[in-house]
């Protein structure tokens, strides 16, 4: 995966760079100082992925959209310090495919830069939050390709996600669990609520794709129910 890298804070580079060629097969192709840099990089090395901090000196948010429509198959995460929910999805809407904060735990900026590589979205539990409590309009955004599950899916919900897709019923949940079948099932309605999915089948989709259960796991289980 080739990377670029821009932001013109020094420091802040040699930190994402350690932290992708510490955990990421990835190729560092350029680091851009400022918004024209970061052009043309593109135009000679090209890039999957640009991870990028919009609002750092000599970038502005206006050249994310010339950036995607140059250059539609190259990705970008942003990695800002904390913004207005405005500021978050006039930047989404923009181009930005992910966002992360500055303050985000390692393994969190990892997953976005792995997970923006294969074309998906990632937001970190910070970002969704913030722009879900302003209860701004995000119908340009998929709910279902949210993946802050520190943030948005609590430690009991995580349980319940596990036992509904190795097949477990509500009833069966309920005891395992030693809750009231009326609490299991209002919390698979929340669970769906913040996944944005409509069945079961999206809760085992999610289930899988979060590593929460192995796929080999799921088909096994579903060939013993069969």
């Known amino acids: 995966m ?25 190729e560092i192709v350029g680091e851009a100082r400022n918004g024209n840099e970061l052009l043309e990089m593109l135009k000679t090395f090209g890039a999957e992925v640009v991870v990028v901090d919009f609002t750092a000196n ?25 913004q207005s929910a405005q500021v978050l999805v006039d930047a989404l809407r923009s181009g930005i495919t992910s966002y992360v904060k500055k303050d985000c735990s390692i393994p969190e900026i990892i997953d976005a830069v792995k997970e ?23 119908d340009d955004l998929e709910d279902d390709v949210f993946n802050c599950e520190a943030v948005l899916i609590s430690k009991r919900e995580c349980e319940i996600i596990v036992l ?9 949940i309920a005891e ?36 929460l259960i192995s796929p080999n796991k799921f088909l096994f289980t579903a060939d013993q129910s069969s």
Not at 2 to 26: M, T
Not at 62 to 76: H, N, R, Y
Not at 119 to 136: S, V, W
Not at 164 to 171: D, L, R
């Open 176 to 211: 395992k669990l030693f809750l009231s079948s009326h609490t299991v099932n209002t919390h698979r309605k929340n669970i769906m609520g913040k996944l944005g999915v409509k069945n079961t089948a999206g809760i085992v989709m999610y289930a899988v794709k979060t590593n």
């Open 58 to 82: 000599g970038f502005d948010i206006d050249m994310l959209p010339k950036m995607k429509l140059d250059f539609p198959e190259t990705f970008s995460v942003a990695i800002t310090p904390e």
């Open 116 to 138: 923006t590589g294969k074309g998906n979205k990632f937001f970190c539990g910070q970002i969704l939050e913030t722009i879900r409590d302003a209860n701004l309009d995000v």
């Open 2 to 26: 080739r990377v670029i890298l821009a932001d013109s804070n020094d420091l802040v580079r040699i930190g994402i760079r350690s932290i992708l060629d510490n955990n990421l097969d990835v």
């Open 164 to 172: 509904i897709a190795e097949g477990y019923t509500n009833a069966q």
